[in-house]
């Protein structure tokens, strides 16, 4: 792990999976307040549920990029919105690093003054619908080989305990591990034992009363009685979910929640 220059301020404000268009416009409404809140020097998101919780168009990521944000994440909805496969290549957007894509990159390097920041992304395999190549040793390999002053990955996983596990198998080796996928802010933000900050889900950016981001009937009668209705986004007041994660001068990671009145 990079030695730490307390002259220095490195601040990186991440925010947890935007849902939808009431996630993207209340993110958009909300960026400049963020920004001179908590002063990032860069600002990360995870956007693979963007459109309509399934994907990212070009249309969207123009307007986030146009809004300051250094660089996009995904998930295991990376490619449901074909679209992506149009634009990923050479832009701000990272896909996992283990879906066995020939599209895009699982991780970029970014610049920043002086400072290299290395963001991976990557899959779980527990409890996921289709088979990834491992995260941990593709992650570890990259960790490996490139050259950089700061190091954050994005692991969007099913189970706490693989994210868990994740920290621990990287805990020293990388600046920051989060994660994303489950939609629901957990309470667990830490410093690992050599360094390494930690949670184990950022949270979801968008509708505050559905089903992590879904229209709350449909959800309730599908588990209630087996109704099969396409997804819709919830409507009502919305929510952003982000961590600030500090390296210098000192290093933490900070739970960020603002909601907006019913």
């Known amino acids: 792990m990079p030695l730490l220059f307390y002259n220095r301020t490195m601040k990186i404000l991440f925010i947890g999976d935007i849902y939808g268009e009431a996630g993207v416009n209340y993110l958009l409404e909300n960026i400049s307040y963020l920004r ?3 002063q990032p020097n860069l600002i990360i998101a995870n956007a693979e549920n963007a459109k309509e919780g399934r994907g990212i168009t070009l249309k969207i990521y123009k307007e986030l990029m146009k809004s300051g ?3 996009l994440t995904m998930g295991n909805h990376t490619w449901k919105n074909k679209e992506l496969e149009t634009f990923i290549e050479g832009s701000n957007v990272i896909r996992p690093i283990n879906d066995r894509s020939n599209k895009g990159n ?4 970014i610049k920043y003054n002086d400072k290299k920041i290395l963001v991976l992304n990557a899959l779980g395999r527990a ?3 289709e088979e990834y190549d491992n995260p941990f040793l593709m992650v570890k390999e990259v960790l490996e080989k490139e050259t950089y002053d700061y190091s954050i990955l994005d692991f969007h996983a099913e189970t706490t305990s693989e994210k868990v ?3 621990h198998f990287l805990d020293g080796k990388i600046d920051a591990v989060v994660g994303t996928h489950t939609h629901i802010q957990t309470n667990d933000n830490m410093k690992y034992p050599k360094g390494t900050l930690y949670i184990s889900d950022i949270g979801m950016t968008g509708p505050m009363w559905g089903v992590i981001g879904v229209d709350k009937d449909i959800i309730v009668n599908r588990f ?3 109704e099969s209705v396409p997804n819709q986004v919830a409507k009502g007041p919305r929510q952003i979910n982000a961590v600030l994660i500090t390296l ?3 290093r933490k990671i900070e739970k ?3 909601e907006e009145m019913s």
């Open 36 to 38: 001179q809140t908590y």
């Open 69 to 71: 944000i250094s660089l």
């Open 106 to 109: 699982g991780y970029k390097i």
């Open 127 to 129: 409890f996921m619908a």
């Open 165 to 167: 596990a994740m920290a």
């Open 224 to 226: 209630v009685y087996a």
């Open 248 to 250: 210098e001068p000192t």
């Open 256 to 258: 960020i929640h603002l």
